[in-house]
């Protein structure tokens, strides 16, 4: 009798089906879709994210001089600067095991994940009772809110048809600044004594970001999973019947609009060990990963220098009362929020290089003559708003093609981490330095100091352009597999 052959052990089985190949037109048939209300529902049900994290951080800005009476919680400056710092403390760390997770567990489970974070981290900020347990649970929204954006970004660039990613990308990310109007716009009555005793008003406005943030748990509910993650993960059914569904529910394409495209090639691969991970961002695409850092370390340390303290700088060189200081913030978040509006089709026209490279330089230009300005004393308060209101115009697409260009150009396994990595690093040397550095000049009282710090934050941006000229890629319009192959990709 002839003898059975032995059953294969679980690694011969894994070997073995990562050795097939299959062919797939998914991603080809995601960006041929037409534009529909399922999009508007990712654009909203994720896109949240940037109204919340606006709102966090126009918030904890605006009250930060009220943070510094005695009544209230008597902080100085420094020890806000500190809080702050907390808080991008614990987005780096999020971003990076969140992100790490959702490239191996799928963008929709982290949607949940990540965003309930933030929920109890925000609900419990608003009833802090000392410097700890503010900067403690500062620190976790910070970790819930670090989380969305590998998780959000990633899905939202896999989902989102290659002729609207760019503008679509931009706007998203500008969204932020509604939630910043939002927060500048309440602290006219959050913090008005009249109607709430100062030490209760602040905490109401940390308690409306958590039942914001309850609305969007069930809007989630109706976003699938990516279906180019699930390829890649060896779900290759589900991935079909979802595009399938798709296009049954928003139009059949034009069987021509495929024609002449060749299938994507992929082997079986269910997870990816941490090394095949990373090795790509130091190899393969090192200069994509000096992009990536340069761009976001530069965005980071110019918002958070100044949106951090912006409040201080009133308070302290213009003798703006605590309980206004909010409302000079209105024009920053209004122009941050119109500039992707109005430039973010041009990324996708012009292209990304020069639009980049070009709101970069002219942000850094804006701020350094502004700070010379504020230097000599020649600005008042209303005047220096509005000019830094223009150098956010541009500012704000900057900031914005940041998220897009590391969310776009590396391989589709590592594209959370990617995001978290470059996140996590720019907010790190830009963001978490930055509150306290500029905590530290603004308690000098010398404007001179203040001004050198904006001079770096110009220099930033500067070296930020020059990168993205040397660098950059031209992804416009351009399919995800063809800016760069999945780590899976079959030759």
């Known amino acids: 009798m002839a003898e059975r052959p032995a059953p294969l052990s679980s690694a011969q089985t894994s070997a073995s089906q990562e050795a097939e190949v299959f062919e797939t037109l998914i991603p080809a048939r995601l960006d041929r879709l037409p534009w529909s209300r399922f999009h508007w529902l990712l654009v909203v049900g994720l896109g949240i994210t940037w109204v919340l994290d606006g709102l966090e951080v126009t918030l904890m800005g605006a009250i930060s001089a009220v943070l510094q009476r005695p009544e209230v919680l008597h902080f100085t400056a420094a020890e806000i600067g500190s809080i702050s710092s907390c808080y991008l403390v614990g987005a780096v760390l999020g971003a990076l095991v969140f992100g790490h997770l959702t490239d191996r567990y799928g963008r929709r489970t982290f949607f949940f994940i990540s965003l309930g974070t933030y929920l109890v981290g925000v609900g419990l900020t608003a009833i802090s009772w000392n410097l ?118 928003l139009g059949s394409i034009d069987g021509s609009a495929l024609d002449g495209v060749e299938p994507l090639r992929l082997h079986v691969r269910h997870h990816l060990g941490l090394e095949a991970i990373l090795r790509p961002l130091l190899r393969e695409y090192r200069e994509r990963t000096i992009l990536g850092l340069t761009l976001m370390t530069a965005q980071a340390f110019l918002y958070n220098a100044i949106f951090f303290t912006y409040a201080l700088v009133l308070s302290r060189y213009y003798g703006i009362a605590a309980d206004l200081t909010g409302l000079y913030l209105m024009p920053f978040a209004l122009s941050n929020f119109i500039g992707p509006m109005v430039l973010g089709h041009f990324f996708d026209t012009i292209g990304r290089r020069p639009m980049i490279a070009a709101t970069f330089t002219i942000s850094a230009l804006t701020l350094a003559v502004t700070g010379y300005l504020f230097q000599r004393g020649a600005l008042t308060a209303t005047s220096q708003t509005v000019l830094w209101s223009v150098m956010f115009f541009f500012a704000s697409s900057a900031a914005s093609s940041a998220y897009l260009t590391v969310s776009e150009i590396f391989p589709l396994e590592v594209r959370a981490l990617a995001i978290a990595i470059f996140f996590s690093a720019g907010t790190a040397i830009g963001g978490v330095v930055a509150p306290w550095l500029f905590g530290v000049l603004i308690d000098t009282g010398s404007r001179g100091a203040l001004y050198a710090g904006y001079l770096i934050a110009a220099g930033l941006m500067l070296a930020a352009a020059a990168a993205e000229l040397r660098y950059g890629i031209a992804a416009e319009r351009a399919g995800l597999e063809e800016i760069a192959k999945p780590l899976s990709a079959a030759t």
């Open 132 to 249: 700890v347990s503010f900067a403690l649970f500062r620190f976790l929204t910070g970790a819930g809110i670090g989380g969305e954006y590998s998780a959000v970004n990633s899905a939202i660039d896999e989902l989102i048809p290659a002729r609207f990613r760019g503008r679509i990308d931009l706007m998203i990310n500008g969204s932020f600044w509604l939630g910043a109007l939002a927060g500048s716009a309440s602290t006219g009555l959050i913090l008005n004594p009249r109607i709430f005793p100062m030490d209760i008003g602040w905490r109401l406005g940390f308690a409306i970001g958590a039942v914001i943030g309850l609305v969007i748990l069930y809007l989630r509910r109706f976003i699938p999973e990516s279906p180019r993650w699930l390829i890649t993960h060896g779900r290759r059914e589900e991935a079909e019947e979802l595009v399938r569904d798709f296009e049954a529910e």
